[in-house]
């Protein structure tokens, strides 16, 4: 059974700080792997999806690697601002269509 | 060009009653999602449908709770005789296509559903 997990629960940076998320997941036959970012009392907003073929996407400030063999990936944030503050997300897709979330990790960029 | 619709936005229902959640998908998409939210906890897949079938409904509670997507219309997520476990917001989501033992499809998630049972 997959299981995903998202260190840190939750982070507070300065403005301005560079920083990464973590996700991990434990079986590593996955097709792809997915960061949404999640507003309180909102939906999610796809931010970048990583096929297993791939090692990195990137988009705009944002940056997600994937190391399928060891299990993880990471959303590394450049030049992080107030309006990054919300849940990040970490999700994959198995052989069946559904994805398996983390719990996420709380972001607060402080002015 | 519409996203994914969800209605309503918050839900109230006492003990007892039944829930009905609506989720429109983009159009053009033939693939619905719903997952649930429980507070503090991550997104928990509950049923995928595509018209007229339900194809993995693994997450789904056997008792008191259903879901449907039918020809026309919104698919549906029907909730019997809530209970205050079932205080959760509940997402839906759609994608154009299949990609099942593919890379693909991006799911496009709706805004939720709030449900408070008191």
């Known amino acids: 059974k997959q299981e995903v997990t998202q260190i840190p629960a939750a982070l507070s940076v300065p403005e301005g700080e560079n920083l990464v998320l973590n996700c991990s997941f434990t079986d590593s036959a996955i097709y792809n792997l997915q960061w949404f970012r999640q507003d309180p009392g909102k939906g999610l907003t796809s931010l970048l999806l990583?096929?297993?073929?791939?090692r990195e996407q990137t988009s705009g400030r944002l940056n997600a690697s994937l190391d399928k063999s060891s299990g993880r990936s990471t959303l590394y944030i450049a030049a992080s601002q107030p309006g990054d503050s919300a849940t990040y997300l970490c999700a994959v897709k198995g052989g069946s269509e559904k994805l398996v979330f983390g719990k996420g990790t709380k972001l607060t960029v402080n002015p | 060009n519409a996203g994914v619709m969800q209605n309503p936005r918050h839900l109230v229902r006492r003990r007892g009653q039944e829930a009905r959640l609506r989720c429109s998908p983009v159009k053009g998409h033939s693939h619905v999602y719903w997952y649930r939210q429980l507070p503090e906890e991550g997104l928990k897949f509950m049923v995928y449908l595509q018209k007229e079938n339900i194809i993995d409904e693994s997450g789904m509670p056997k008792e008191r709770f259903s879901a449907e997507f039918p020809k026309e219309g919104p698919s549906i997520l029907r909730i019997q005789q809530v209970v205050r476990g079932d205080s959760a917001a509940y997402f839906c989501a759609s994608s154009p296509k299949s990609s099942f033992r593919g890379g693909g499809e991006t799911q496009y998630f709706g805004p939720g559903t709030r449900l408070l049972v008191l």
């Open positions: 990583i096929q297993s073929s791939q």
